[in-house]
């Protein structure tokens, strides 16, 4: 299928060719060389954090993440349920036991009492949980201070999945710098871009070096190839790092334009009665990487279905929220602590169109299509 109006597509600001000609010029079409170097040092000065390593995808971050912190087969790792797979993922591969923990329903991310009772019940039985995967979903900061309150409080490293968040905010901090590590995302959807691709932030010097020698194969500090543990090849290219300092130089207007399509939408849908967005908390700043809403309508109401249906009949994409990991066939047998709050985001959350380059004459018209439907099921009551 290909859509007029896409969720979210690649938006290029015009400095990236410069980047990848120096690759080429330089001849370092590698996944080592100067734009690496610097894109890691523009990220780090962005986000106001110590230390970056550039990786080939987000999911690669997480899984260093997790190996830096030296989670193996059996220790439990706490993670959000209202996600896209590729968080979870590589805590299966270390053999490690994911547990899921429902969401809070104002940013739809992870509870922090459900987080708390979560972890009370493995203390009791003397089974402590090494780590907790939070997401800023969505581009949404998560409730920052009671998770580190809990994290603190029982002594439970953090790793933010900030992969759709980078730009975002919670009390003038950047998300993915307030955990022991977090990770980003460029995929090609993602607020930038560099094709594909992914970061490690963090403050540790120890974190960050360990996750950077798994990210190459774990090579000893010898003269030829020797390897005493085992390693990954997770480098991102220098050719892709210059696609990434060319997308670093436009971050903050891409930001801007994607809350001003949330002002919009927000705008143009709010006498549609039953649709709730998800929220900013107290001192948060979003950068609305997609903007999604709720339905909490009556008996015949819009349903997400019928939105992403009359949407894709007039060449608009959108996509239905996440569903939870606690209800995936690949997770089934995982643990889960919570209400029903992350699985009614599922079933009546859709994601409107939210890409940077989108016209506010393209916003209105999917708001009209959206109200369209809203009056077609009315009548059917
Ligand atoms: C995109 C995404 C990832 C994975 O990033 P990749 O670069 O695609 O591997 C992880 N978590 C979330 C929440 C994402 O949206």
Redesign the pocket.
């Known amino acids: 299928m290909r859509y007029r109006i896409w969720l979210s597509p690649p938006h290029m600001g015009g400095g990236e060719m410069k980047y990848i000609e120096q690759a080429f010029s330089s001849n370092w079409i590698a996944p080592a060389g100067p734009n690496i170097v610097r894109f890691e040092n523009e990220l780090v000065q962005y986000t106001g954090g110590k230390y970056a390593v550039a990786l080939a995808?987000?999911?690669?971050?997480?899984h260093l993440a997790l190996c830096a912190l030296d989670i193996s087969k059996g220790d439990i790792v706490l993670c959000q349920s209202l996600?896209?797979v590729?968080?979870a993922n590589p805590i299966l591969y270390l053999g490690a036991t994911p547990v899921f923990v429902d969401s809070e329903p104002a940013t739809w991310n992870i509870c922090p009492e459900a987080l708390e009772t979560a972890i009370r019940y493995y203390l009791i039985r003397n089974k402590k949980p090494k780590a907790l995967i939070c997401?800023?979903?969505y581009g949404m900061p998560c409730l920052m201070e009671d998770l580190l309150a809990v994290c603190y409080r029982y002594g439970i490293a953090l790793i933010e999945?900030a992969?759709?968040a980078l730009g975002s905010e919670y009390k003038r901090k950047q998300a993915g710098t307030f955990g022991e590590m977090g990770?980003i995302?460029?995929?090609g959807?993602?607020i930038i871009t560099t094709s594909?691709?992914?970061a490690l932030l963090s403050d540790s010097k120890v974190l960050t070096d360990k996750a950077r020698y798994f990210s190459t194969q774990s090579k000893d500090p010898t003269p030829y190839f020797q390897h005493s543990e085992l390693g990954y090849n997770y480098a991102m290219s220098n050719v892709c790092a210059g696609i990434g300092r060319g997308q670093m130089e436009v971050l903050n207007e891409r930001v801007a334009a994607r809350r001003a399509n949330f002002d919009l939408y927000s705008h143009y849908l709010k006498d549609v009665p039953g649709l709730s967005f998800q929220q900013e908390p107290d001192g948060a700043k979003s950068n609305r990487w997609l903007v999604s809403l709720q339905l909490t309508g009556n008996a015949c109401a819009l349903t997400p279905e019928s939105i992403r249906l009359a949407l894709s009949g007039k060449g608009v994409e959108s996509r239905r929220v996440?569903k939870p990991m606690h209800l995936q066939p690949l997770y089934k047998i995982a643990p889960y602590f919570g209400g029903d709050v992350a699985e009614d985001l599922f079933e009546n959350g859709i994601c409107l169109p939210s890409g940077s380059q989108l016209t506010s004459e393209e916003v209105s018209e999917i708001c009209e299509i959206i109200m369209e439907t809203a009056q077609k099921q009315k009548s059917c009551s």
Do not use: C
């Open positions: 995808s987000g999911t690669a971050a997480i996600t896209f590729a968080t997401v800023h979903l999945d992969a759709e990770i995302s460029f995929n959807n993602k594909g691709g992914g996440w």
